[in-house]
């Protein structure tokens, strides 16, 4: 039963334009939402993340969406770059548990 | 910085070898896990260790094992390796009851 689900395998999007990648889960327990970025040949490496006690977390050019009502959360990357240009994994946790699971990740191009 | 490091970049063995995976992370980190990463199916748990000595399977044991006999070593075994384990293996570690991981740079093994 997969939990924690990127329904979309590849995006591709313009560089300097916004990016939005998605995710779906199931279990109404996750209460903490994680997002990675993996290049080929290394290990993927935090981004961003959003506990449940909110709805929008900033980074820089990178904000996370959470809408816990429809178990939703979505990541945006404005304005896009050619390094952007990865396999992004988003995660789930549920406070206490000693594992996080991952979607299927969703792999960006960005094209100049 | 938290530095993990995988002992090999890539391996090439052939079936039924043993084959064992090393995994050394530098910060004191109570938990590490070892996942495989595989096209259109994420990242996923085959096993994890929460202190020294102490382990549990994740969502893709058979076929693996692991030992953890110092808390900055975490080893994943192969016992007899088949050509379904040919994958990326990603080893990663956190501080306990903190939910960000930190990650290896992977080991991309095939299995002939």
């Known amino acids: 039963d997969q939990q924690v689900k990127q329904n979309s395998p590849s995006l591709s999007v313009q560089e300097g334009r916004i990016s939005i990648l998605n995710c779906d889960y199931t279990n109404s327990m996750f209460d903490y939402f994680l997002w990675y970025k993996k290049y080929p040949a290394e290990g993927p490496t935090f981004l961003i993340s959003?506990?449940?006690?909110?709805d929008k977390n900033e980074d820089g050019r990178f904000t996370v969406f959470l809408n816990k009502s429809a178990k939703h959360l979505s990541l945006h990357i404005v304005p896009s770059q050619p390094g952007d240009s990865a396999v992004y994994f988003c995660a789930a946790n549920t406070q206490g548990a000693q594992k996080l699971v991952f979607g299927q990740g969703t792999r960006l191009t960005i094209n100049p | 910085d938290v530095k993990v490091t995988q002992s090999s970049r890539y391996l090439v063995k052939r079936t039924g070898e043993k084959v064992f995976l090393e995994c050394v992370q530098d910060?004191?980190?109570?938990?590490m896990f070892w996942y495989r990463q595989d096209p259109g199916l994420g990242l996923r748990l085959i096993y994890f260790?929460?202190?020294?000595?102490?382990?549990e399977k994740g969502d893709i044991p058979e076929g693996y094992s692991v030992s953890r006999e110092k808390k900055e070593r975490f080893s994943l075994i192969l016992e007899s390796a088949s050509t379904n384990q040919t994958s990326m293996y990603l080893c990663?570690?956190?501080?306990?009851?903190?939910?960000?991981?930190?990650f290896g740079s992977g080991t991309q093994l095939s299995v002939l």
């Open positions: 990663a570690s956190r501080v306990y009851s903190n939910e960000k991981l930190f």
């Open positions: 910060m004191d980190h109570e938990n």
């Open positions: 260790s929460y202190d020294v000595k102490m382990k």
């Open positions: 959003i506990s449940s006690i909110k």
